[in-house]
């Protein structure tokens, strides 16, 4: 029997540093294995995040712990080019590339500039034969086009995804899985939730994004791991489905995606 998988969070993010933040991060994952969770994929957003992301799967820990390296839109203005060559170093824990993609919420890096990172990353998980890690809002028609145009990579995950049922529908269709954060949870989420009960189980994954997105009802404090157990549980209620069920199902997806040993 498996236990959850936290698909996509940013650990590094909290707890590289000194002995009191390694200690945090122990407590952290020791929290999220008595939970039920038995790994996590930790993804980067720039060059910076994403050597930290390769590094800290080194942590010892009894939650395995893997990485992707990536440059995501709100920092497209960056140089991409130490993402890539990061990425084509090689790691043994590296899984992924992304999170990449469009954001058109915030536009925090101009529209162009998320196209061309996008695509250059897209391109990159072909030629390493990785797993792809979408970040997508108020922008998925510009993504289809993009995913279309440089062909999606055959292993690729529309992660945190927030958008309508049509929207999900096109994600599988183009051969996008779906993953799905504690916003399933929040008060305003209706489309979503009808979106999530159309994907079928076996493109379906769960996530944290810790420290971001807190589920119902740890909403104002920061995420962790260990609350990918309240994003599944809600789901499977969701969904009509029994937790063990998607709990198998998920983490089995989640080793397929991005290649993951057995446990």
Not at 35 to 44: A, L, S
Not at 91 to 110: A, N
Not at 133 to 138: E, L, S, Y
Not at 139 to 166: I, K, N, Q, Y
Request: glycine letters at 6%; a negative charge.
């Amino acid at each position: 029997m498996s236990h959850w998988s936290d698909a996509h969070c940013h650990l590094q993010e909290q707890f590289l540093g000194d002995e009191e933040t390694a200690a945090k991060l122990s407590d952290t994952l020791a929290r999220a294995y008595e939970g039920g969770v038995d790994r996590v994929v930790v993804i980067g957003t720039d060059a910076t995040t994403s050597a930290q992301a390769l590094e800290i799967t080194g942590f010892e820990s009894p939650v395995a712990i893997y990485a992707t390296v990536g440059l995501h839109p709100h920092d497209a203005a960056q140089d991409i080019d130490p993402v890539l060559e990061l990425a084509r170093k090689g790691h043994p824990k590296l899984v992924g590339i992304g999170e990449c993609g469009l954001d058109y919420f915030y536009e925090h890096s101009p529209r162009a500039d998320q196209r061309r990172a996008f695509a250059r990353q897209i391109a990159l998980a072909h030629e390493l034969d990785l797993a792809l890690v979408i970040h997508a809002r108020d922008a998925f028609d510009d993504l289809f086009e993009l995913l279309r145009s440089e062909g999606v990579p055959e292993r690729t995950v529309v992660h945190c995804f927030t958008g309508t049922p049509d929207d999900a529908q096109a994600c599988l269709t183009l051969g996008c899985d779906i993953s799905i954060s504690g916003v399933v949870t929040f008060k305003n989420a209706d489309l979503l939730r009808e979106a999530v009960r159309g994907v079928p189980l076996d493109r379906l994954h769960v996530e944290t994004d810790s420290p971001f997105l807190a589920p119902v009802p740890y909403r104002g404090r920061a995420n962790e791991p260990a609350f990918v157990t309240v994003v599944g549980e809600f789901v499977a209620e969701l969904r009509g489905e029994n937790f063990v069920e998607v709990r198998e199902a998920t983490s089995a997806n989640t080793a397929r995606l991005f290649r993951l040993p057995p446990r």
